[in-house]
């Protein structure tokens, strides 16, 4: 449905909306209708919404932003790699976190600096665990908030308290090429780049890709509470297959808290690439975190830092379209390349 | 190859592991959790991985 919107949307918002003219004022007013929609989606105010083209800049933004020289950045192990990069430039602490992906709150004391910012991963993209930072929000009472639901999208809901959130279109089934960033406390954050005038983002975005996330967004809260517990239904079905047909398999995150279509298995004495290699010439495409599949050879920091076999990684995501019959025959095909690797 | 020479061993003796690969330490433990064995480093390069479970098949 986005797709065909997106047509439409680029045949009606071509023209931009900073120009005047009729075409214009047309396009200024689905501009403003876009973002209407997307900001009671999202239940932000319309005047805290900017847009990027880049998405992989959110992190950047979001906690940039807010960062002043004598904060130290607060972040988890299983943070993206974007904000391990901000994090390694300056004062920082990584909280480490246990099998289950979730930071071991109780156990950090100090945590309360005099100026901190604190990376709040609301999911975590490569698990879907989903993080419980409750207790952890007590121990940092003056830390300014940086939200990412690049992998929450509307899933989960905003914290009480927040200053900035970042989300990516991909999540509610928007185009690529779209982020969302929300300033909840304008005073607190500054453009992190170097700028002239007060524009706080680049207002390069496409129109018509703004479009269709406000069109997918609404298409996807309209099912969005019994499309999500049938994938997670699909997702307990597949986990239950893998684990009872499959031996030496381990799970990254329980389905419980997590976000309910990705999947993450990891099987011992299998090697990632095969397994990739296999499944594809039976017509599957999956990813991986395991070394041997990444771009820079080195394992999936996530899985890593969870204590969670990194060797052997697959990653299924599914979809309410899928079916318990492609389930079944992913399963089997799963199998039946980790026993014939095995077997070497 | 953890798996066939630890067949070689029994309970409560150890292997010495010798790797330069930076995902050895973490899958190292996540075996060691998976087996019901245990794991040691004693550098960056150097592991040592000691048979607890009697019953353990090693791989396929």
Known sequence: MAQKALQSAFDQGWADPRKLGHQSS??????????????????????????????????????????????????SAIDRSEVLAIARSRASLELPVNLDGRIDAPALKNLNFEHSVFALQIANGETGVIAQYENLMDLIPTARIACDFSAAGIYVALPTRWDTAFFDAKSWAGPEGVGVIAINNADAWKNPL?????????????????????????????????????????????????????????????????????NSFSFLYVEGEELLRRLDASGIAVDSGSACSADDLAPSHVLAAMGVLTHGNVRITLHPSTTKEEIIALVDAIRRAVVEIRAR | MIAQQIQKIENGQSLI????????????????????????????????????????????
């Open chain 1, 26 to 75: 047309k396009a200024r007013i689905l501009k403003a209708g876009a973002i209407e929609s997307l900001a009671a989606g999202l239940h932000i105010a319309p005047d805290k919404l900017e847009f990027i083209g880049e998405p992989r800049l959110g992190n950047f933004y979001s906690i940039s932003g807010l960062l002043r020289e004598a904060d130290v950045l607060i972040h």
């Open chain 1, 194 to 262: 170097p700028h002239i005038g007060p524009q706080r983002v680049p207002q390069s975005l496409s129109l018509p890709l703004l479009l269709a996330t406000a069109i997918a967004l609404e298409a996807s809260q309209s099912d969005a509470l019994t499309d999500q517990e049938h994938v997670r239904e699909l997702s307990m079905f597949l986990r239950q297959e893998i684990s009872s047909t499959i031996a030496d398999c381990d799970i990254a995150g329980q389905l419980d808290d997590s976000l309910p279509h990705i």
């Open chain 2, 17 to 60: 592991l010798l790797s330069d690969d930076p995902a050895t330490w973490p899958d190292l433990q996540a075996w060691a959790r998976m087996t019901g064995n245990s794991v040691g480093k004693e550098s960056e390069t150097k592991f040592n991985v000691m048979r607890q479970n009697q019953s353990y098949l090693g791989g396929h």
